[in-house]
Every structure is written in C-alpha cells, then in structure tokens.
C-alpha cells in the first residue's frame, strides 16, 4: 500500500514538472505594447453602454449615500453631493464618461446643476412625470453618444437637514438626477450583400 502511495506521488511529480517546463516554453500571448488607462479605448458600444449606466449608477449612488450615513453628521459637513460634483468633474477630464449631478426639485443647492442641455431638461421633465430612466443616442459633430439619466430620490431623512425644500416632497418623488455622456463606437461598415 505504502509503495503505491510512493509511485503515484513520484508520478505526480514528474507530470508537475513537465507541465511547468510546457508551461515555460507555450507561446505566450502578446503583451500590449503600453497599458495604461489612456490606452484604453473610451467608445463602446451600445448595449455596453447600457451596462456602464447601470453599473456607474449602483456604484456612485451607494457611494454618496454611504458617504452620507457615515461621515456627514451636521450641516457644516463637507456634503457627498459636493463631493460628487468634484470628483465627477474630475471623471470627465480623464475621458471615460460624463456624469452630472443634477436638480430636479427647481430649487438647487447650487445654480451650476440646474438642468442645461435640451436632454438634460427633457430627462427632468419625464424623471418628474415618473419614468425611471430616460435614454438617447445624439450625435454631435460626426460622433455618437448614449445619453442616460436616473432619478434621485430622497433616501435619508438627512437630507432634508440641507436642503429644505425637500420636506414637503412626496415619497419617492425625484430631487435630483445623474445624467450619463458616454461615447459610442462609431456602428460596424454594413458587409456587401453576397452575390
Ligand atoms: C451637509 C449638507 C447636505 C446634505 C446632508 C445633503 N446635501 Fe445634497 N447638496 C448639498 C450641497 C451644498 C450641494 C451643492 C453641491 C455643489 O454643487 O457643490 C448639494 C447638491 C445636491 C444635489 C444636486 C442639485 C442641487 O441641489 O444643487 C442633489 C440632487 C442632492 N444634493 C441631493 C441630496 C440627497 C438625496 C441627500 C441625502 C442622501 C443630500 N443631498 C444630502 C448639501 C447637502
């Protein structure tokens, strides 16, 4: 018995060590020349678009709020939505997307996110209406853009400590929005019909 033992770990033995020396001398794939962020391409195309929106959405939402249940306790706290503008403007620089905090409620803690562009507005009308997410395709000087905006409800009676506006609105009811700008890739040339 103790000798079988022995061979089959001699055996497994000599098969490790010849799967590593195959290991060492399989052709390895090409490594990319430079991989960095900026060498990724930005423009997806549009069903990953969709996705992006909707996992950006999860991640920042739960962020801001995680941010605001644990670190801002009182008023003169540095709030999570000033902390989104920063740190979304910073995200546009470097090229991904596009986000934008918004106001939905028509009286902003600050003037800069009032709706702007014509979706921004219309998304605003039709998030007030009660649609759950407003989507487009524009194109903008030969290039193209998935265009997405999700409600911001009021989440936490917290809220309400800043922006006091907020008290009287109904359950559920939207206050804000985050408005996505994501490149697309241009769609594939049509293939010549086969004769
Ligand atoms: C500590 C105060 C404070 C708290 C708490 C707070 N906010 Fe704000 N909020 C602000 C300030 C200040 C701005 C403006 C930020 C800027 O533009 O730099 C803002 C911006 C916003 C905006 C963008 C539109 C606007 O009013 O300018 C929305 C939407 C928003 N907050 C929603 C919420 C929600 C929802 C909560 C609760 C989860 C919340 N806020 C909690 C202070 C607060």
């Known amino acids: ?3 079988i033992a022995c061979l089959v770990g001699t055996l497994t033995t000599v098969a490790l060590a010849m799967y590593a020396l195959a290991g060492d001398t399989a052709k390895k794939p090409a490594e990319p020349k430079r991989n960095t962020a900026a060498d990724v391409p930005k423009e997806v195309s549009l069903p990953v678009a969709r996705r992006e929106v909707r996992m950006l959405d999860d991640i920042y939402k739960l962020a801001i709020v995680l941010i605001t249940q644990k670190y801002v306790h009182n008023e003169t706290d540095f709030p999570a939505g000033a902390a989104a503008v920063q740190w979304f403007d910073a995200i546009g620089k470097r090229g991904w997307h596009k986000v934008r905090l918004i106001d939905v409620s028509g009286e902003p803690a600050d003037e800069g996110n009032l709706p ?3 979706f921004e ?6 998030l007030r209406q ?7 395709v524009e194109k903008r000087g030969g290039k193209r853009f998935y ?5 911001v409800p009021v989440v936490l009676p917290k809220c309400v400590m ?4 907020y008290k009287n609105v109904k359950p559920g009811q939207p206050v804000g929005a985050l ?3 994501i490149p697309l890739r ?7 019909q086969q004769k």
Do not use: F, I, W
Request: glycine residues 2%; contains cysteine; aromatic residues 6%.
């Open 116 to 118: 702007q562009d014509e």
């Open 162 to 165: 800043c922006h006091d506006n």
């Open 121 to 126: 507005k219309l998304a605003v009308k039709l």
């Open 147 to 151: 265009r997405a905006a999700t409600p």
């Open 130 to 136: 009660g649609k759950s997410y407003v989507e487009r």
């Open 179 to 181: 408005v996505y700008t």
């Open 1 to 3: 018995m103790r000798k």
């Open 186 to 192: 241009s769609p594939a040339p049509k293939q010549k």
